[in-house]
């Protein structure tokens, strides 16, 4: 019989599945941290009881809480237990971490918030090419932008072409540190529904004119523009897709993209709804 156990431990469920028993106990207590159902400073039930709830073995526990404190979620201390650490110490780009925010954004606070990081970054980066490319690395956008455009009326292959345009453009920054964080953003982004949002009729032509704006200020070496046509392309795309039901985003709460002189996946697929392709910004 399971012993009586802290309020905490209510919101904990009893068993899991058998089968790769570790990762689910992992992905359970990450949901349960980042959703605040385990507040922060909270303690995790001992390791006896908690193993009995979840049904696994201490061993497993064991390796899933150090799993968590890896992750940046909770902090183990002897003689006062494992407590649940302030969502500032957590590894936001862990997949499992990230994975759980963005499936439990029920009101895309953290889609908005993901948006502004990713404009920066990528604003950044345009600049970065802008101002230094050589014509191979330009033909490679030219080339991506076509795809995109040769694309416009399916689907899957316009989202695709789409997520190749903005690594191309990562990756010919040669910011690996801005292309890593950019990338792990993007990529858990796509395959999210919330994401993906509507499709407005216009979006298709809006967005290959955005991409265009990009492509003509990177090729006439235009740093500031090139930054400017990113970092309003990537808003404006979610802008355009965010849903309905929610609050929008408010300007005063955008980034605005950094002058030069501050500068440092797969896609889900899915029919849209109106017909036409829709972005995957």
């Known amino acids: 019989m399971v012993p009586d156990l802290p309020a905490e431990s209510q919101v904990i469920p009893s068993r899991l599945p058998v ?13 349960l941290i980042v959703t605040g159902r385990l507040e922060e400073g909270a303690l995790l039930p001992p390791e006896g009881p908690l193993s009995e709830r ?12 150090k799993r968590l404190e890896e992750k940046g979620l909770v902090i183990v201390s002897q003689g006062r237990g494992t407590q649940v650490l302030a969502p500032g110490y957590w590894n936001m780009l862990d997949p499992v971490v990230l994975s759980a925010l963005i499936d439990n ?14 404009a920066s970054l990528e604003s950044a980066m345009a600049g970065s090419v802008a101002a230094s490319h050589t014509t191979e ?26 997520v190749v345009f903005h690594y191309a453009l990562m990756e010919i920054s040669t910011n690996r540190l801005a292309e890593n964080i950019a990338k792990h953003l993007y990529k858990r982004a796509v395959e999210s529904t ?8 216009d979006a298709t032509a809006l967005t290959l004119d955005e991409h265009a704006a990009i492509v003509d200020a990177i090729a ?14 990537i808003h404006g795309s ?22 030069s002189e ?14 036409k392709p829709q972005s995957s910004e």
């Open 220 to 233: 006439r070496n235009d740093q500031a523009g090139a930054e400017k046509a990113m970092h309003d392309h």
């Open 54 to 65: 979840f049904g696994v073995s201490r061993t497993v526990l064991r390796e899933s809480v």
């Open 137 to 162: 690395g330009l033909r490679r956008l030219e080339n991506a932008l076509t795809a995109m455009r040769e694309s416009e009326s399916e689907t899957d292959s316009f989202r695709q072409a789409d």
């Open 194 to 201: 919330r994401y993906q949002g509507i499709n407005p009729p």
């Open 238 to 259: 979610w802008e355009r897709r965010r849903l309905p039901d929610h609050a929008p985003l408010k300007r005063s709460q955008r980034a605005k993209p950094q002058s």
């Open 262 to 275: 501050t500068q440092a996946g797969k896609p889900q697929s899915g029919k849209p709804q109106s017909g």
């Open 105 to 118: 954004d029920q009101s895309l606070g953290v889609l908005d918030q993901l948006t502004i990081v990713r």
């Open 19 to 31: 089968g790769r028993l570790g990762v689910a106990v992992v992905a359970e207590l990450v949901e």
